[in-house]
């Protein structure tokens, strides 16, 4: 079993950036594709982005593109996300996630199901 702790949430205004981390207790880490995902009060949880093991490809929702920002540094087995120009639809709290690689040839990674590692979330709050 992976553990993973995020890191990094926290009060911010509109307009704001945060940088939230992930990091994975296992060196298996390069071999699982990560995403983060998000559940707002209320709502149910939302696929925010996702990247592949290499790093060089990446996925988003729509409501994040250009806004945020998802990498990885395999040598540390970490994630992060890179939050930018926040608004207050971004409050949530933000989970990351470990899965198979092949989701993303799949097109799964959008799913929470298929993804088998979860940490227990960092929460992030935007005032307007």
């Known amino acids: 079993q992976v553990q993973l702790e995020e890191s990094g949430g926290g009060v911010t205004q509109a307009g704001g950036s945060l940088r939230l981390s992930c990091v994975a207790s296992?060196?298996?880490?390069?071999?699982?594709?990560v995403a983060w995902f998000r559940q707002a009060p209320g709502r149910e949880p939302e696929f925010t982005a996702a990247?592949?093991?290499?790093?060089?490809?990446?996925y988003y929702a729509d409501s994040v593109k250009d806004r945020f920002t998802i990498s990885r540094d395999n040598t540390k087995n970490t994630a992060y996300l890179d939050l930018s120009s926040l608004i207050s639809d971004d409050t949530a709290i933000y989970y990351c996630?470990?899965?198979?690689?092949?989701?993303?040839?799949?097109?799964?990674?959008?799913?929470?199901?298929?993804?088998?590692?979860w940490g227990q979330g960092t929460q992030v709050t935007v005032s307007s």
């Open positions: 990247l592949a093991p290499s790093g060089d490809r990446t």
């Open positions: 296992k060196r298996t880490f390069p071999h699982y594709i």
């Open positions: 996630a470990l899965g198979d690689p092949r989701l993303e040839g799949s097109g799964n990674y959008r799913y929470r199901s298929a993804y088998e590692h």
